[in-house]
């Protein structure tokens, strides 16, 4: 069986691209020239995998069946090919979060182990795994379609440094989602609005996104003593950028709104400013005036009294 996977790959990587979907064990030959969307235990779904893109994948080189465990053979064989155990337990734990396959989305841990179980460590993989929801994040909701995962680093990804705040706020950004979790702030209008997502959206390429600062796989509810952003950790994670963080720096960065006293003081600074300056503009403009005044007329009127004064000497 070994020898025979090895043998398949031999032939994979020197066989021209039409030959290599024949070794798809078939599956792209019908999927690639699938158009539709059909309806699915209640879900709409798309049927078509485009071959090109899933070639040109990161994973373009598997076989379907390495993520489908479940159809053996063509097209979908019943019953299910055997299933390691660990796969079909997982399965089981986040299966709400599946439209079609939970094994496929299971199957991310035969390769990924470590990175699986930092994520079902997180908030994230708790809601799903532990409380049963399907709200929280799971490998795809952040990383796209299972079928064209690309390096992070290629522009179109996802979890790319231009897209990661957009991921992120697929979920943050809706109003209900925060409401459910007793989430209070708008965590994606505070951050554009910050120092930081104002560079990032310039384009400044060492400003932080979501990540830098709360991770990715293993991210923590901030009042989770591991989060990076709780408390004293923040220095360290603020430190990463900031060379000499300290605790009264990092104080000065969060999602909270500024409290009404920092608010009306911004604002009275403003008028402080600003009526101070039409005071200047007022007190030159009279300056001037008096000038002008002082020029033309009391020249004249002195003048005039002169010649008076000259009139009466006796
Ligand atoms: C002869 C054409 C054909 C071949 C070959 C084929 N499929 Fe399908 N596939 C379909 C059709 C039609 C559907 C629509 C729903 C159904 O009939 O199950 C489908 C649905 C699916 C679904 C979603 C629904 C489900 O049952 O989970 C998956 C996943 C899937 N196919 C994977 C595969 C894999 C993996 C292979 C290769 C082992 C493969 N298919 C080979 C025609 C095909
Ligand atoms: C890296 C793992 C992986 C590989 C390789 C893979 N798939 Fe999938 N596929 C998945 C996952 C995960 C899902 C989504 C399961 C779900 O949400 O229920 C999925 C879903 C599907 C679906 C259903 C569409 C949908 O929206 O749920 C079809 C059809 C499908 N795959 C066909 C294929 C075919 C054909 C190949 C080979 C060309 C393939 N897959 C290779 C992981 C993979
Ligand atoms: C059969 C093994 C295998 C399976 C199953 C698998 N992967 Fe991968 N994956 C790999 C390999 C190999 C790489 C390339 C590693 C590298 O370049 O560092 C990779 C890379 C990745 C990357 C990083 C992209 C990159 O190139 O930097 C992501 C994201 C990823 N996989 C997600 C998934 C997800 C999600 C699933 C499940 C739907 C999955 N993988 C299933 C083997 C697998
Ligand atoms: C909350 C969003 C999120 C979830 C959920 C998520 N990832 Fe990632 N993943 C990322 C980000 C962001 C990166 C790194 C981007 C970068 O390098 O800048 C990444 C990177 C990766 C990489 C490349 C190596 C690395 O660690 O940097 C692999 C492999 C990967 N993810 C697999 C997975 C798998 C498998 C799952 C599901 C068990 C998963 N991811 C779930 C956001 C996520
Ligand atoms: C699929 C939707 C979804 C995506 C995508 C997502 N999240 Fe979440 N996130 C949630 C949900 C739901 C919770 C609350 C889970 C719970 O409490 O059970 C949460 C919780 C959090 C928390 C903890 C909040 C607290 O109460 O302290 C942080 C931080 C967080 N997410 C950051 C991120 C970042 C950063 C990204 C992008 C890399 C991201 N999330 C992507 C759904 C999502
Ligand atoms: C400069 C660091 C930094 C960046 C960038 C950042 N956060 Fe935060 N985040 C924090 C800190 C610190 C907290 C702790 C609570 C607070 O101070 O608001 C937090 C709290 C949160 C919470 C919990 C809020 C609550 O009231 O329970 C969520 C959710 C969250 N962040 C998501 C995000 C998302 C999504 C992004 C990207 C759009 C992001 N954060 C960008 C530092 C950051
Ligand atoms: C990924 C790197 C990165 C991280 C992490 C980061 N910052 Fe920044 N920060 C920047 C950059 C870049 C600027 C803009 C510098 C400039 O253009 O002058 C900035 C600017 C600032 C500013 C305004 C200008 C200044 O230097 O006084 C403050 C305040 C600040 N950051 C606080 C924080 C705090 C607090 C944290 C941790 C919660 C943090 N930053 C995390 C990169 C980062």
């Known amino acids: 069986m070994k020898s025979l996977a090895l043998l398949s790959f031999l032939l994979l990587i020197s066989a021209p691209a039409s030959a290599f979907a024949n070794d798809f064990s078939g599956c792209i030959v019908c999927h690639n020239s699938m158009a539709g969307r059909i309806i699915y235990n209640g879900k709409e779904i798309a049927l078509k995998v485009d071959a090109d893109r899933y070639q040109a994948s990161t994973h373009g080189f598997f076989s379907c069946t390495e993520c489908h465990e479940r159809f053996g053979e063509n097209p979908h064989a019943a019953p299910a090919e055997v299933i390691s155990s660990d796969i079909e337990k997982l399965s089981k734990r986040i299966k709400q979060k599946a439209d079609t396959d939970a094994v496929a989305l299971a199957a991310c841990y035969k390769c990924h182990t470590e990175t699986y179980n930092q994520v079902l460590g997180s908030i994230h993989g708790k809601n799903i795994a532990d409380k049963k929801l399907s709200d929280g994040a799971l490998c795809l909701d ?7 995962i690309t390096p992070a680093s290629d522009r179109s990804s996802p979890v790319n440094q231009w897209n990661v705040v957009e991921t992120c706020g697929k979920c943050h950004g809706k109003e209900g989602l925060a409401k459910k979790y007793g989430i209070e702030v708008n965590v994606m209008k505070s951050y554009t609005e910050s120092f930081h997502g104002k560079k990032h959206i310039l384009g400044h390429k060492k400003a932080p996104t979501c990540v830098n600062c709360h991770g990715y796989h293993n991210i923590k509810s901030t009042d989770n003593p591991s989060s990076p952003v ?3 950790n923040k220095i360290q994670t603020c430190g990463k950028c900031h060379k000499g963080a300290n605790e009264k720096f990092v104080a000065a960065i969060t999602h909270k709104e500024a409290g009404p006293i920092p608010h009306y003081a911004e604002k009275g600074l403003i008028l402080l400013t600003m009526s101070v300056i039409a005071f200047t503009v007022l007190h030159v ?13 009391r020249r004249r009127k002195e003048e005039d009294e002169d010649e008076e004064s000259e009139q009466h000497i006796p």
């Not at 952040?142 to 064209?148: K, V």
Request: aromatic letters at 22%; a negative charge.
């Open 230 to 232: 709780f408390g004293i």
């Open 142 to 148: 952040c990383h796209g379609s299972p079928h064209y």
């Open 285 to 297: 403009l009279l300056e001037a005036f008096s000038d002008i005044r002082d020029t033309f007329f």
